[in-house]
């Protein structure tokens, strides 16, 4: 449940464990067992004015939202929890914590929110020689506030590698047998949401893009070609399938798709509400 808490349940319905704390909706399974999560803090900058300068100088009282990445046992309990703008901070990277054009005055209620982190993939040791600048284990987390992604060794918690764009408000980052990362690019801002709705006189303009480290350069894999139109303007994220397939989960359209190497759509299933409306899905997954 996002940011309110996170429960394993058996077949029958029935507790195993709870996660009394807020965390996000991305949970994925980590290597050694147990799982990667991520979760939030959030505390008053009155009570906390030391916290995250100049974010918190503010004279008014506010909730700041500090996210944090989680490593979960087995049995659901907390091994490690880890704040993401400390890893920023620490390895350097203050600068780009604080681009984001806000004025930072003394009674500017100012950001709340430092970076809006998504999702988290772990590098496996199958394909971890692919990758130079890394090593089996490190994280590759995707941040929607900063339009950022970046590597994190998860032992000393340093951002080893780190882009900013060209994707934008991006969801889902996935290592790539290839040696490179693709990301979940929503290409999209709020402003497709005039009301409760997504405008569809927006561009369809949602995207899978790919990411060389080394290089930096990066490729449109889906979403460029006619036939290939997406918009999700939150959320959304996809599988890689054998092959350099995907599984790709469009959230606003509620739709399920699975694509070729070539971008070829193998098939797709809409979560239809009624001729005019869809209900939303946030991922999916293929079952042998």
Request: net charge negative.
């Amino acid at each position: 449940y996002e940011y309110c808490g996170t429960v394993k349940l058996d077949a029958c319905g029935g507790l195993i464990w709870r996660i009394a704390k807020p965390t996000h909706h991305s949970l994925v399974p980590a290597r050694g067992g147990g799982y990667w999560l991520l979760g939030r803090y959030f505390w008053g900058t009155e009570r906390n004015p030391d916290r995250f300068p100049p974010f918190s100088v503010s004279r008014h009282n506010r909730i700041m939202l500090e996210d944090t990445l989680l490593r979960i046992g087995e049995d659901g309990s907390v091994i490690e929890e880890s704040s993401i703008p400390v890893m920023m901070q620490d390895s350097g990277l203050e600068a780009l914590l604080t681009a984001t054009g806000e004025r930072f005055e003394p009674i500017s209620p100012g950001r709340t929110e430092l970076v809006h982190a998504n999702k988290v993939a772990e590098l496996s040791p199958e394909i971890a020689d692919a990758y130079p600048l890394f090593e089996a284990g490190d994280l590759a987390i995707s941040m929607r506030k900063l339009n950022l992604v970046m590597v994190v060794d998860p032992e000393t918690k340093r951002v080893k590698w780190h882009q900013t764009g060209p994707w934008l408000r991006p969801h889902d980052p996935e290592f790539r047998p290839d040696g490179r990362i693709s990301v979940f690019n929503n290409n999209a801002y709020r402003t497709a949401y005039p009301d409760a709705k997504v405008d569809l006189n927006s561009p369809f303009s949602t995207n899978i893009m790919v990411v060389d480290p080394v290089s930096r350069e990066t490729e449109v894999v889906f979403g460029e070609r006619a036939g290939q139109e997406m918009l999700s303007v939150i959320r959304g994220q996809h599988e890689l399938l054998d092959e350099d397939g995907m599984l790709i989960t469009e959230f606003d359209a509620g739709r399920v798709l699975q694509v070729t190497a070539e971008g070829e759509i193998v098939w797709e299933y809409v979560n239809r509400y009624d001729d005019e409306f869809v209900g939303e899905i946030t991922n999916a997954m293929i079952y042998p």
